[in-house]
């Protein structure tokens, strides 16, 4: 028989859901992320389900499990989040039963629940460019940096908040972080803390289209893509910013390498795809001069998903 | 039956032997490490194994199996040492199959090597403080500043050269490492870059009990002795490069603490042991506010075994 099960990464701003029969993705959708609270957004999940699954011809009653990476703090025995900045009805302290209001949308079918980076570098590692290496780390560069391990071959976890490279102290006293501490990767790596970095120089008299293209594309943040862009135009604030954010993920990856002489690094996320190849080489050109066995680096990689890897590795994990 | 190993820790001064039954202590030997080259440093391993089995009233004969901790780098598998800067016999590139060499002077027992540092944290870890806990980071500052992990409830070793969190960069541009590259922890933390700072200071003329007190002990280094000593008398040249190795260990624990949501934290090594308790308590101060999750921050300890733990792990290391 069949196994269907759909993973779903849910994010600040849309909602990815994958349909998943016997290991391959068979069906997808996307939708926005309501910002109108929890019930608005759990509907939104059922929905991208309900249609991912429509895709492979199977419904509900065909779904063997629910799989979703979501950002913020997640308890997974109990299947909760809460303190997700982005995720409107999940900001506060309270702990949200997030898995059991998906399943209750959703024919009561079984539903896991983790953080949305370890999600994601679960669905690279079974099934995606991490599939022969039992050391791995993945680096998610989006609006901030996030990571998620895989060591001696399994998923790891700690305490429960492991993975945070994105508050690895490369430079004391520098760039204020999301965090309101200073000097860490994602001052200088993490798209919020570019654009806000952006700003300050702009004020201070700094040329650049950044902004510009912004308005032509009647959005209110600097989206990867703009970045991108600008880059492209050979904009010199927007070098400047990636300049650093290479050298900041050199530093924490050649850090990080020589703690735990890994096999493989991917660096993914919103701006990691959307710089890809080049930039992740350019990643490993700056890290490979401070590796303490620099004979042995760690293969780079991209995400084979792209953007799916989210959702495929919530149907892993639904399988598990 | 009684089970029977030794354990022994081979470092650059001294080789430490304990001998365990039934997975106590039950003797041990320490002799100085011959400067003359790998031969005669075997015998003296064999020596060192002999003298700790004698105390238990044992001889060879009644010996299941040894393990080594040696530093440099080592293959476990062939049983192979190279690359070790301090151990006379194995600084060259070529592997020294050191594990043969041992077997043959005692008894042609079974012998096993791992990494020095791995070696101490696997004692700490199955007999000594950190035997509560599946997470866990050693930091060993002595001479250098190497580390040891267990994570998920397993030794890490990753392609192999895992655990050199002396290389952590915590402030580019900074003070020279041993490696040659610039402002890793062990720059700041280590005894022997601690010393290089100190000897470069008093040529810029600034004022230290240190030389002296090395001097009027007929020695030629500054041990961790002579540190504790000058800080104990409130010099103040060792009190500002003391501070400096705090603050540094504590940039690199927050670090890697925001990564891997560790449980507990052991800092052992020659220094580390010698300045104790306060010392640690001054690194876990120095961490706590760089903390990600700062309400759970990890368990910060020092070495049940001291300077034995390197032997113990050994005997560990030779059961498993």
Redesign the interface.
Known sequence: MDVITVGVDIGGTKIQAAAVRNGSVAGSHRVSTPQTGANDLVAAVGDAITKSLAETGADVEDLSAIGIGVPGAVDTAAGTVSNSPNLPGFQGADPIPLAKMVSAVAGDVAVKLDNDVRVAILGEWKRGAGRPYR?LLGVWVGTGVG?G?V??G?L??????????G??????GGRVCS?G?KGHLEAYAGRGRIEAEARERVKDGQKTILFELMEKKGRTRLSSGIIATALERGDKLAEELIDDAVWALG?AC???Q??????AIIIGGGLGDRLGEPFVDRVARQMR??L??PE?PPVMLTPAFGDLSGAVGGAVLAES
Chains 1, 2 share one sequence.
């Open positions: 050391n990571g391990l060591l001696n399994e790891y976890g700690g305490t429960g908040a492991a993975g945070e490279i508050h690895t102290n490369i430079k004391p965090d501490r530093v050649a850090s990080v020589n703690l735990l002489a890994l096999e001069p401070q303490f066995v042995a």
